[in-house]
């Protein structure tokens, strides 16, 4: 507890003096500071003169905000620093020294934690002078925050506030380029019409350049042909990639694996192909377009090539799309029928999500299609899968099967010769198929990885089905809308080019031809004895070659795996448009004309082009980030802005006030270095008369923190004491004056 005023009257207290000290009007006392020792004339308390504890406190003012008015000029410019591999390099200093970036970075943050301190001994300064002033003015001020204003600087050191400052050193994380490419744009463009590169109806217009006569520039089917029996050769196929969906169903089969494909394209840049169980028999696919993946890994090939090129020399280079790209997503709900009761079955739409610009979560029950007699008709009675294609493009009872709302893409039956109640026969499962382009991002990293990411790897994500493959389903959720997904119609996908992606060429048992798709499924098909009878039939494996044997397991199982694969393949397959075709970069556009260097050759020669030849293309623009060492911003760096800027306000009001003082009432203006700290304060009181007031208010140690007190000459004037009360208590014409000397 401080006391105000001392615990003796002053003859009392001049009494128990030493002898050899003489009495305390005439001894050498501490009046002002515990270092300091003035004699019988006094030191003056209040100066107009600035002292160097004066000058030191303004060149700390000013040292604190020209840092940070430099720490905030390199966020606003955003000054890159440097790359993080160059973690190794060395900087030499004095030809003697070396640092490397870790080395540095530790200097940063200790001239960091200096700023720190210099702004925190600025602020403390400065309410310590309005503290100080309050004390010798009419009014004083409390107890309390005159000594919660000695402790400024060492509470915001200890808050949390200083414990992380981030703005005062750069930042590692991933920036953007200002100036990747020398002042140029460079553009890249796919050798297909904007119409060709998202299709919203798929047939023989399609097909890539090779399907076309180069004298007439008409399609022949002939050359088409070959994608339905060597798939597997041609890159422009839809069928090519069924190579890398079987692996996975090899492997899901053998050990559950997730359909999470990583698919590697013709450029050795790499996709992800992913599909997700939405609800029972639904799955929902997606990826990035085959010539997305082509189009980055080349262009990233080029600029590493280009040294003159600022983006060459990034050590961890990023490449990011800033024009539009769209990724197919494919939803197909599947459900299985025993093949004898196929008499009236329709294909079900209630978990496929519609996307409307109202925001319809489900399709209208009414909307349904019946399923074909015909597509239910075993070719033979083999044990084999079948397969086959409906197509919805086709009229039925003279009407087009299509509303205004909504049509399918496709449709589809798959018969598995499988298990009912423990004799063989075989599961009909019709699938409906809702095919769309949706928006989506493509970020490659070329250092790091040769997979270009995209924000659909999680497809999941843009269905909004109840997760009915769940123990406990969940609520209903919001509708979503394809406008705010960047999801566009259902496209419309006919036979001649769906029947490609299912080629014939796969074999069952050495002798049945079977299509790709049939292939697939077949792997689920094993030989099963049961009372000495050998047959096939569709089997989920639990583990140690124990199987499912339970007819309604076995055939929501079949569903499901037969919902995932065509989700695979066929997002696959539209990933798959316009692969093949040239990709180009535009260097200049002069005059009408356009310079421009395929980039699909190891070399790169110059061609000219009237503008109009490429703006047919579809093109896209690529942004260049790089990750290292830089000055930017984030939610907590423009908090701590924010802060350095509340400071400089708060030095530059404080100069503002003694210049206005200085200028306008110089008669009011002083300075002191007295009273410093809170031992001053108590030395002060020590020798300072006792008052009624400070008697009553130490019965409560909440009104002692409550009560002004004040600095007042004493009743001789050549002695200053501490003095508590109100205006009223103690006589304020007894106010220190400047310039007068105190004992």
Known sequence: MIEIGGSLEPEAAARNESPTQGSPTTSKIITSTTKEVTDDRGKVILSRFPSTGHLLEWLIHFVAIGISIGICLLHFKKVYWTDESTLSKKWRWLSRVSLDLNDVIKALQFAAKAHEILMVASIGAIVLYFARRRLVRDEGI??????????????????????????????????????????????????????????????????????????????VLENATECLVAASSNLWCPAYGFEAVETWIESNYEDHATPNITVTGTGGTQRTLTADLIANGTAIAATHSNWVIRMFGLFA??????????????????????????????????????????????????????????????????????????????????????????????????????????????????????????EKS??????????????????????ISDIVLSNLSSPAALANSTDSTSTSPKPKPKAISGQQLGIGDAIQIGLNWADPLNPVGYYFAQTQNLTSIEAMLDTYVRYIENNDTTYAAFTVGINNNTYLNDTAQLMQAAANTTATILSLTIADGLSRLGDGTWNMVVLDTKNGNVTWTAIDFDFYSTNSSEASFMKQFTSIRVQVSRYGWAYGWSAVIILDVIVLFMHI??????????????????????????????AELIILARNSSRTEVSRNVEKTKSSLWAQNIKVRETSGGDAMELVAGGPNTVPDVRLLKTGTKYI
Not at 403 to 420: D, E, F, Q, Y
Not at 431 to 442: E, K
Request: with cysteine.
């Open 649 to 678: 306000s708060m030095v530059v009001l404080y100069a503002g006030f003694h210049l206005l003082y200085v200028l306008c009432f110089w008669d009011k203006w002083w300075l002191t270095d007295t009273w410093n700290n809170a």
């Open 301 to 422: 090939l080029y600029v590493k090539h280009h040294s003159k090129l600022t983006a060459s020399n990034f050590a961890l280079p990023m490449y990011t799309s800033t024009d539009p790209i769209y990724s197919p997503v494919v939803q197909v709900q599947c459900h299985a029928v025993v093949a004898t009761e196929t008499a009236a079955v329709s294909f079900l739409t209630d978990q496929l999500t519609n996307y409307t610009d109202s925001g319809a979560d489900r399709y209208d029950p009414q909307m349904s299609w019946p399923v074909p007699h015909e597509a239910f008709v075993l070719r033979n009675k083999l044990d084999a899968v079948q397969f086959t294609w409906v197509n919805f493009s086709k009229t039925q009872d003279g009407q087009q099967q299509t509303t205004n709302m909504w049509r399918p893409s496709l449709g589809a039956v798959a018969k598995i010769p499988g298990w009912v109640n423990g």
């Open 142 to 219: 409390a107890l309390g925050l005159l000594m919660s204003s000695f402790d400024t600087p060492a509470n915001i050191l200890s808050s949390k506030l200083c414990h992380s400052q981030p703005a005062r050193g750069p930042s590692l994380d991933w920036w953007n380029a200002s100036n990747p490419y020398n002042g140029r744009i460079l553009p890249l463009h796919l050798s297909v019409r904007n119409g060709g590169t998202y299709p919203l109806a798929l047939n023989e217009t399609n097909w890539p350049l090779e399907t076309y006569d180069p004298n007439s520039n008409k399609f």
């Open 426 to 447: 075989f599961y009909a499962i019709p699938c409906i198929i809702d095919a769309r382009w949706a928006a989506s991002s493509a970020t490659y990293q070329p250092i």
